[in-house]
């Protein structure tokens, strides 16, 4: 069984910054191509950043250039840095293996407001 918790969310002014982490449980983290979804109020849960286990990165068009996701296999935590924060991208944040997901941890909510 793999869980993840999700850390880091918050309330950030737009232009604003929040780095959220996801600490993974489990023995085979470093071989899971992992991701960061969100999900908005009345809308699909999307996937918006992938890395594999490799390194190789893809964002959606819609955070590309403002996102950053990294992953520290040591530590079994994959990161989200987000910067020019923008208040579409309010929502529940959730990070999960790509291929094959598991439970759904309560994900992390990060909300952009004035």
């Known amino acids: 069984q793999v869980q993840f918790v999700e850390s880091g969310g918050g309330l950030v002014q737009p232009g604003g910054s929040l780095r959220l982490s996801c600490a993974a449980s489990?023995?085979?983290?470093?071989?899971?191509?992992m991701g960061w979804y969100r999900q908005a109020p009345g809308k699909q849960r999307e996937l918006v950043a992938g890395?594999?286990?490799?390194?190789?990165?893809n964002y959606a068009d819609s955070v590309k250039g403002r996102f950053t996701i990294s992953r520290d296999n040591a530590k079994n935590t994959v990161y989200l840095q987000m910067n020019s924060l923008k208040p579409e991208d309010t929502a529940v944040y959730y990070c999960?293996?790509?291929?094959?997901?598991?439970?759904w941890g309560q994900g992390t909510q990060v909300t952009v407001s004035s």
């Open positions: 999960n293996k790509v291929i094959g997901n598991a439970y």
């Open positions: 489990g023995s085979y983290f470093s071989i899971y191509t």
């Open positions: 890395i594999t286990s490799g390194g190789s990165t």
